[in-house]
């Protein structure tokens, strides 16, 4: 079955480059989503990155697909207190219309 | 404003009551999602609902049984809860069609049971 991997947690400096990383395994996917969860509330869409890209820039996200190994990032940068939070990433099933989510990383900024 | 409506937000429950979590939805969509969230595995579904009258089960839908009443309300019930369920439910919906995947899920702000 599908499998969406992601390390847990994640400790950056206020100011640094945050990258969080997934491995996915359904090549076939067609869109790749990143969430973010802030505590005590519901996932809010991030960005997206269509399968047929290799990178996607938005204001402070970078989001980079290398579809050869199965891996997604997302880059962060000058990462600031309010970015603490999980992050999820998440590939549409190719043969269904549901959404794979990984396991999460959360992300601690220190000031 | 437009969005995915859950009730309640907290619930303690003894081992082997039941209760029902309800979802709304304003968003005309036809597709509808119970997940359940447990620190270190992520978001896992339990039920969703393609459309007003179908249901199909998820990745753990031991334990739980669901009613899509119309298309803007999906409920989640347990009918005899156990501490294994103790965890967030999150009900989310998406739009329809390749151009509108782009917005991926909508999600509701979550209800945080624990079963004692």
């Known amino acids: 079955g599908e499998d969406v991997e992601q390390s847990l947690f994640l400790s950056v400096r206020e100011g640094d480059s945050s990258v969080i990383n997934c491995t996915y395994t359904?090549?076939?996917?067609?869109?790749l989503y990143w969430y973010k969860q802030e505590p005590g509330a519901g996932l809010q869409l991030l960005t997206y990155i269509f399968s047929n890209m290799d990178m996607k820039q938005d204001q402070r996200l970078t989001v980079l697909l290398n579809k050869k190994d199965k891996h997604l990032s997302l880059r962060i940068a000058d990462t600031q207190t309010g970015d603490s939070a999980i992050y999820f990433c998440?590939?549409?099933?190719?043969?269904?219309?549901?959404?794979?989510f990984g396991t999460g990383t959360r992300l601690k900024v220190l000031a | 404003n437009a969005g995915v409506t859950q009730t309640p937000k907290f619930q303690v429950l003894k081992t082997g009551q039941s209760m029902t979590l309800q979802c709304a939805q304003d968003?005309?969509?036809?597709?509808m999602y119970w997940y359940r969230q447990d620190p270190g595995m992520g978001l896992r579904l339990i039920y969703y609902?393609?459309?007003?009258?179908?249901?199909d089960k998820g990745e753990v839908p031991n334990g739980y049984n669901v009613s899509r009443l119309n298309k803007r309300e999906f409920s989640l019930r347990l009918e005899s809860a156990a501490p294994s369920q103790t965890s967030v439910y999150f009900c989310?919906?998406?739009?329809?069609?390749?151009?509108?995947?782009?917005?991926?899920?909508?999600f509701g702000s979550g209800t945080r049971l624990t079963v004692v």
């Open positions: 968003m005309n969509h036809n597709s």
């Open positions: 998440a590939e549409r099933d190719s043969g269904t219309y549901k959404y794979i």
């Open positions: 359904d090549s076939s996917s067609t869109y």
């Open positions: 609902s393609a459309s007003e009258g179908t249901t």
């Open positions: 989310a919906t998406h739009p329809e069609g390749t151009t509108q995947m782009l917005y991926g899920y909508t």
